[in-house]
């Protein structure tokens, strides 16, 4: 069974505060995706990586980094969390280009 | 024009019923169709995959992809109060490029 994990289930951050959003998964998968999901918008995409070292942005990406030094771990880096970043993050992976499978996701609040 | 288009719902239907989700789309290039459940604060999870025009059962869950006509359906036969959640369509084009539907919020009454 494929298994995504995320760091966190919940996270309550205030204005400003560096937000660090972990995501490992366990089936060797070349790509790995970060995106927010929001009511109303459904899954908006912010960056994803097709290889160590490599990032590409998303559709959405103004206000967050990614960082992969390992080919089984994807960070988000929420550089200054502001308040119109309170939403649903999910990490996503797949094996080129076939179905993603999706982490529980982690609820972030900033206030 | 937004690249998959999908009925937000909601949707609330008696238990047993037969329940029809469906997403329409633009670009022909998309090659491969998925459907994901996202049950209430959990990750989505993948429920069917298709690549080809035609019908693909999974017990009550049927996936219908109509590439002449742009558009998808997910088929759920004998409704269950379990199936409540929230149905993503998903497409992937050539470039393995992923395009989500906004999903469709399903309620199964007892």
């Known amino acids: 069974d494929v298994k995504v994990t995320q760091s966190s289930r919940y996270l309550v951050k205030r204005t400003g505060e560096k937000v660090f959003l972990e995501c490992v998964q366990d089936?060797?998968?070349?790509?790995m995706f970060w995106y927010r999901q929001d009511p109303g918008l459904g899954l908006r995409l912010i960056y994803f990586?097709?290889?160590?070292?490599?990032?590409e942005k998303g559709d959405i990406p103004e206000g967050y980094s990614v960082s992969r030094e390992k080919k089984e771990r994807f960070s988000l880096i929420l550089e200054s969390a502001s308040t119109n970043q309170t939403s649903m993050y999910l990490c996503?992976?797949?094996?080129?280009?076939?179905?993603?499978?999706f982490g529980p996701g982690t609820r972030l609040t900033v206030t | 024009q937004k690249e998959v288009e999908q009925d937000p719902g909601p949707l609330s239907v008696p238990e047993g019923a037969i329940v029809s989700l469906n997403c329409t789309y633009s670009n022909s290039a998309f090659q491969y169709f998925m459907w994901y459940r996202q049950y209430s604060r959990k990750g989505p999870e993948l429920l069917m995959y298709?690549?080809?025009?035609g019908n693909k059962e999974d017990g009550r869950f049927t996936a219908q992809v109509d590439k002449s006509s742009k558009y998808i359906s997910l088929f759920i036969r004998d409704s269950q109060p379990s199936d409540s959640a929230t149905y993503l369509c998903a497409m992937v084009n050539e470039g393995n490029q992923f395009y989500f539907g906004t999903g469709t919020s399903l309620t199964v009454i007892p």
């Open positions: 996503a992976s797949d094996r080129i280009g076939l179905e993603q499978y």
């Open positions: 990586s097709y290889d160590v070292k490599m990032k």
């Open positions: 298709t690549y080809s025009s």
């Open positions: 089936m060797d998968h070349e790509n």
